[in-house]
């Protein structure tokens, strides 16, 4: 019989150590000179110019310590009612928390939080401290704007990455977890850490999900249809009709190539494009390549022609239709929007309307994403996408997940490596990991003139493929769906950014966020919406009059799809001329990939 001590298995505690320590030598020996080089390298430079912005934050406390001191007290009188709140709990009367946490942080949602008196003071007393930090940096006058967002962002993640849920001591789960195993959830989680690592090539690259669950076109990716046309840029897939009539202009969807287009088609529950070919759409998507450096110098006029414009007129020749309907998502309405600025200035009327999802015409307020776009910031991130030849995808998931740092970074770190535990199966997260590379001079030219100039809306601002932009000349009718919480395209720049265009413009505002608010199937009846048949001068005065709407935005877009198409409708369409089955090859193309264990 093999001996056991508190339910654990010696023998196997003993080879996960040596597994442990095997793995972590070869790494130390393979990237952690390497690595420590760049680490120190990226400090010494402060590359994200955040000594620079604390600085000026310590500069103006010191010429106003009154203010430092009216936050200290604050904080101290908290200190004390949470001081009186705990005596009061300890001896069994009721008495109302001084701090709670916000509406939807799941951080402390085990029961232990609340019912274990030393837990409930652990919490509170971070939450308190939370508070009062933000509050204080937040209040502090005169700092510059680049300056004051950066210690608002940069403080919220040092007191997120401080939260007493994130450390095996503090947090109740863990322990449990710890005391039942014996350690060996600490023991996996290490192994989980090191394994990340590994698959980083010495940069941690936090698994969300397990990748080996899921497959291309078996079950996600799995809507039937046909690669038809393809270049250096794009794969063109059209999809096989489920109705026996269609409605006669096709439609394109341009996805951004910041990500993958199979986010519009995870699960046959929850994909756009199948939704979308059941309401009577001839549908085609693009997927884009994975850049690699031998195109490097494809830039964003490259994306526009042999992109966007290579795409419709593509769709008009597999239909033999002379007008089609385009949808843009985030980077790809941005190209969206281009492309019609590009047609109207040519007279060429082949898009009858566009469908804007998250996009952005107008960059003056960018969200949170501008906390990494400066003019020092962009310069290095030129000097490194310069040697290489290309934006590596993880650098760009990092950002992103950075911006929901408990939910994308460490709710991973508990699971994955306090809990000891494997990541769940999760279709969206799938997807999250499988970044995209973008050619170095795309990248660079849609850094500046959008995010760091702000031309895009300028009309002749900016000139592609030989032809300066006038967003005002965009005629076509447009409908925008934008979301609540979009951290990386705020609602408010979007509804800016729709203003710019010269043709009617229905703006409508989805529930929850980038992602979960467009990946919105009416069977879930999850997330309201809310729509206005006016368009107002600005973005406060359409919500006023704005309705609240039950269910999914899907069908409001559909009805006003059937508004610009009329109907007029023809026989369903058969892909013809397959080059591939979809999902196709170019979506295939995985980067930083290294199999776990």
């Not at 939807?104 to 308190?128: A, E, H, M, P, T």
């Not at 449990?176 to 350690?183: C, D, K, V």
């Amino acid at each position: 019989m093999e001996e056991r001590t508190d339910g654990v298995n010696r023998e196997e505690t003993a080879r996960m150590l040596h597994e442990v320590a095997e793995r972590s030598s070869r790494i130390l020996k393979e990237f952690g000179q390497k690595n420590l080089e760049q680490s120190i390298a990226s400090v010494v430079k402060d590359e994200l110019g955040i000594a620079k912005a604390y600085m000026d934050l310590y500069s103006r406390v010191l010429m106003d310590p009154s203010a430092f001191a009216a936050a200290s007290v604050n904080y101290w009188l908290d200190s004390m009612r949470l001081w009186q709140s705990a005596w009061m709990k300890m001896v069994g009367q009721d008495h109302a928390p001084v701090a709670e946490p916000a509406k939807g942080d799941s951080r402390f949602k085990d029961d232990d939080w609340s019912g274990n008196f030393v837990f409930d003071y652990i919490k509170q007393s971070y939450l308190i401290a939370s508070r009062h930090i933000q509050h204080a940096v937040a209040g502090v006058e005169g700092l510059p704007e680049d300056s004051q967002k950066k210690i608002a962002f940069f403080t919220r993640q040092y007191v997120d990455a401080l939260a007493p849920s994130n450390f095996a001591a503090t947090n109740p789960q863990v322990l449990r977890e710890t005391m039942a195993s014996g350690g060996h959830n600490l023991i996996k989680g290490l192994n989980n850490l090191l394994a990340d690592i590994e698959k980083g090539e010495g940069q941690l690259r936090i698994s969300m999900t397990d990748e080996a669950a899921f497959q291309l076109g078996r079950n996600v990716a799995t809507t039937p249809g046909k690669v038809v046309f393809q270049n250096a840029l794009l794969q063109l897939i059209q999809y096989q009709p489920s109705t026996s009539q269609v409605f006669r202009r096709p439609l394109l969807i341009i996805p951004p190539w910041i990500n993958k287009y199979y986010i519009l088609d995870l699960r046959e529950r929850n994909s756009f494009i199948k939704w979308a070919v059941d309401q009577g759409h001839t549908v085609f998507v693009v997927s884009w390549v994975n850049p690699d450096r031998e195109l490097a110098e494809k830039g964003f006029d490259d994306y526009l022609t042999e992109g966007a414009l290579a795409a419709m007129a593509a769709v008009q020749k597999a239909t033999g239709e002379e007008q089609l309907n385009v949808i843009g998502y985030c980077l790809g309405g941005t190209l969206l929007g281009a492309a019609l600025a590009w047609l109207a200035a040519k007279g060429d009327a082949r898009v009858g309307c566009a469908t804007f999802f998250v996009a952005l015409l107008d960059f003056s307020q960018p969200g949170e994403l501008g906390v990494f776009i400066d003019e020092e910031q962009v310069k290095n991130l030129e000097r490194r996408m310069n040697e290489r030849g290309y934006l590596e995808g993880s650098e760009m998931a990092s950002t992103f997940n950075m911006l929901r740092a408990n939910d994308l970074v460490w709710s991973f770190v508990i699971n994955n490596y306090l809990m000891g535990k494997d990541p769940f199966p999760f279709d969206l997260l799938y997807w999250n990991s499988d970044s995209t590379r973008m050619p170095a001079r795309m990248h660079s030219f849609y850094l500046r003139n959008m995010y760091l100039k702000n031309q895009l809306g300028v009309p002749g601002g900016i000139e592609l493929a030989g032809v300066p932009m006038d967003l005002s000349q965009v005629k076509v009718p447009a409908y925008f769906i934008s979301t609540a919480e979009d951290h990386i395209a705020p609602w408010k720049t979007t509804y800016k950014g729709a203003k710019y265009l010269g043709g009617p413009v229905r703006f409508v505002l989805g529930g929850s966020g980038h992602i979960a608010g467009i990946v919105n199937p009416p069977v879930a009846k999850k997330y309201q919406y809310w729509a206005n048949d006016a368009f107002p001068p600005t973005s406060d005065e359409w919500l006023k009059t704005a309705t609240q709407q039950p269910g999914s935005w899907w069908e409001d877009w559909q009805r006003w799809m059937e508004q610009q198409n009329g109907g007029d409708k023809v026989p369903a369409r058969i892909p013809s001329r397959a080059i591939e089955d979809a999902p196709g090859s170019y979506v295939m193309q995985r980067v930083n990939v290294k199999p776990r264990g």
